[in-house]
């Protein structure tokens, strides 16, 4: 069996083709799954073949990526938590809560 190339748009769009939505989405999902390397703040990190060759670390949920393990997992240390409300999104929900009363 030969191995997906799930970093080529003319792969995927080939094999949503010819699997089908469902399948496709299944078999992609298990393909990110399995490509995470580590968790850092909550945070996956995937290892992902980066544009220049090699690999390339994408810091999931923070639209950031770096060529080394190391530099994915700082960026993800000094961003806040996973999950956490961003402190400036959290204020506006509050203020605009306080204004409905």
Do not use: C, F
């Not at 748009?9 to 949503?16: D, G, N, Q, S, T």
């Not at 810091?59 to 190391?70: H, K, P």
């Amino acid at each position: 069996m030969t191995k997906t190339d799930w970093d080529s748009p003319r792969v995927r769009a080939e094999l949503m083709r010819k699997l089908g939505r469902q399948e496709y989405q299944r078999q992609y999902e298990e393909h990110l799954s399995s490509s995470i390397v580590a968790t850092e703040n909550g945070y996956p990190i995937r290892m992902i073949r980066a544009p220049r060759g090699g690999p390339m670390y994408v810091v999931v949920g923070l639209g950031r990526a770096d060529y080394s393990l190391e530099g994915a997992q700082a960026i993800a240390r000094d961003a806040p938590k996973a999950g956490a409300a961003p402190k400036v999104q959290a204020d506006a929900i509050h203020q605009h809560n306080a204004t409905k009363h």
